[in-house]
């Protein structure tokens, strides 16, 4: 009978293991909706065959000169670890730290360049002003921005208050640009302690860790203000903390807590990842718990721990959002943002193959990202699970955990693509850990001949193709995101002589008409899709007239949304090509339109970068030309500039000059004669 249930569970545990190895490569290597798969495909052709063909000649050159193969170095260096793996994993933490930081500064300029950065940073400000939202300005079109919210009276992030709370903390010291390197390097320390538990070969262990700690990948990541890196920081410290805690021959609750607290505190900054690690944990524990009746105090410990961090989280959105469960994606987007096949908030349908076609993509972006060496990223890990002879408890915990997040990001309708396949990023240190498995398996199944030299081969030429040419070229790449973020507005504010100055930022006609638009108490989605089917030209018309009858929310929407009867017949706009705004064939625009749009060719900017430029007690509003009067009475006696553009050849780029209140008066005034 015993024999009989383990030739079973073997089954069973096969049928399992190719099954996975199944999905992963179709998802990693089938175009199943991955634009540009030829141009894919083609970069990992190349880059097996190169790796292939030096791996081919070394072996054959090596075959007589076993002692090439003796490393002693390498085996000093595990011994070492094997030894003092304390101070191995904190001294790796700190060298991770360091090349975190100077990518934070090199490459990104130690700067927020994505809106979802700008958002949590200008949270977090308010956070460290010992509030939890701010007071809405009583001309919201002036400084409204995405993923912002400024309805209800008040003005927030639309993020989970945990990243802008970490992000706080080096706000605090203004360095928040540390915060992202600090997550990142006790990230890699905490998936030490994990492996201490799980990993008995130091080899694997010391090759996982190095793998992870200095991936590009996590290198990028952890360099930015993303709430990336503070998520997977507190789920490995909930998963060591678990793996510990199931290797323990007694309950032990106190780190049973540590595990609920850190699985918590991730659900705080990013509830998807966080609900996918801590589901199967809970199972686990629940179990261990149901089976022996003294580990109900791990079980409850956990559960307790968990429920610190979200009760916090649900009292500030209940100061916040209204609710205790309402986050403030709801509040911006409405129930369109949530998981599942729907309509999205732009109003295109999600659907079961638009999500297969988005993981696809993350997978294949893995390929390249991961290590950014010629090699795709997943050969190794399909090879390792392939030849694993089976999977332990805590292969099977990571299976499930990654299961949980890929059907989650599935059923989401936002493609998160930044850095990367960002949302796939808690899957960083088991992609590393089976990567490093992979020439021990070869090793112990087939001894340290051919195969297994072919392997470590294989190894070094990729990470000396990484280091040499993808490295580099992913950097340079990145260096060129987000020009204008990286301009020191307030720098230039200083420079121009600005204090205590209205300091106004010219924005795209569009740009403008959709910042009036959510003034209205339209939302960001509603707003986006008028923008997008409706002539921008009788959009400002028919906007005009509503603002000037005084209609707001669902009256002013109704009042606009006929506008977009037309819109099947709508043209990317010829006038402004690179704003997105749309133009009707035939339609004749009138002065005050040619003027919107003579504007635009002279240059203008987006504002969002300027909602965290400060210093000098300089507010930075947009720019809507015979509007800014408004301001202009609300900053009575306040010295007036303008953030300028001149990109001609020779000419002064971007820059901030004194502007004469008379001027803004006067162009005001000729602009209503036009428009009459």
Known sequence: MRQEAAQRRSVASSIVRWTVVAVVAALGFLPLGVQGYAIELRAWLRGVGVVLALTLAIVALTRSRPAWWRAPALASLTEWYRDRPRAAQWLI????????????????????????????????????????????????????????????????????????????????LRAPWLVGPICGALGVAAFAWYLRAVESRAGVALGALLMFAFAPFVVFMSATYMNHAPTLMWLMIG?????????????????????????????????????????????????????????????????????????????????????????????????????????????????????????????????????????????????????IPRFDAYDRYWLAASALLVAAYFSYWFSGDYLGPRFLYPLAPVLALWTARLPLIVRDRW???????????????????????????????????????????????????????????????????????????????????????????????????????????DAALAALAPLMADSARLLPSPFSPRTGERALPGLEYGPSCRSHIAENAAGFLPYQPFIVARGNGNVFARDLGARDTILLAEHTGAPVYSVRVDLQPGGRGVFIERVSRDSIVAAARASSRSAN
């Open 93 to 172: 933490a700190i060298v991770a730290f360091a090349v975190y930081a100077v990518a934070a500064q090199v490459v990104f300029d130690g700067r927020p360049l994505n809106i979802d950065e700008l958002a949590q940073l200008v949270q977090a400000r308010i956070f460290t002003a010992g509030r939890l939202w701010l007071p809405a300005p009583a001309h919201l079109e002036f400084f409204g921005v995405y993923h912002i919210i400024d309805t209800g009276g008040k003005v927030y992030s639309q993020f989970p208050a945990g990243g802008p709370a970490m992000l706080a903390l080096g706000e605090l």
């Open 447 to 553: 001894g340290s001949g051919a195969r297994f030299r072919g392997t470590t081969a294989a190894y070094a030429v990729s990470a000396l193709g990484a280091l040499t040419i993808g490295i580099p070229a992913r950097a340079h790449e990145y260096e060129k995101i987000g020009p204008l973020e990286r301009w020191d507005a307030s720098g230039a504010a200083a420079l121009a002589g600005a204090r205590n100055a209205l300091v106004l930022v010219r924005e795209s006609w569009g740009g403008q008409l959709i910042a009036r638009l959510w003034a209205l108490g339209i939302s960001r989605s509603d707003a986006s899709f008028l923008y997008r089917r409706v002539d921008t030209c009788v959009l400002s018309g028919r906007l005009d007239a509503v603002e000037s009858r005084g209609l707001r929310g």
């Open 239 to 387: 998963v060591a903390a678990l793996a510990h805690l199931t290797r323990s021959a007694s309950p032990r609750p106190a780190l049973a807590l540590v595990v609920g607290l850190a699985l918590g505190c991730a659900a705080t900054i990013r509830p998807v990842e966080a609900v996918a690690f801590a589901i199967p944990a809970g199972i686990w524990l629940l179990a261990r718990a149901l089976r022996e009746r003294s580990r109900w105090s791990d079980a409850l410990a956990a559960a307790l721990g968990v429920a610190i961090p979200l009760a916090a989280l649900m009292w500030l959105n209940s100061q916040t959002t209204g609710a205790p469960l309402r986050f403030g994606y709801e509040v911006m987007w409405g129930s369109a943002h949530g998981l599942g096949f729907h309509r999205d908030p732009s109003g295109a349908l999600h659907t079961p193959l638009h999500g297969l076609a988005l993981i696809n993509l993350y997978f294949v972006q893995l390929q390249s990202h991961m290590f950014e060496a010629p090699l795709p990223a997943l050969i190794p890990v399909l090879a390792a699970l392939a030849l």
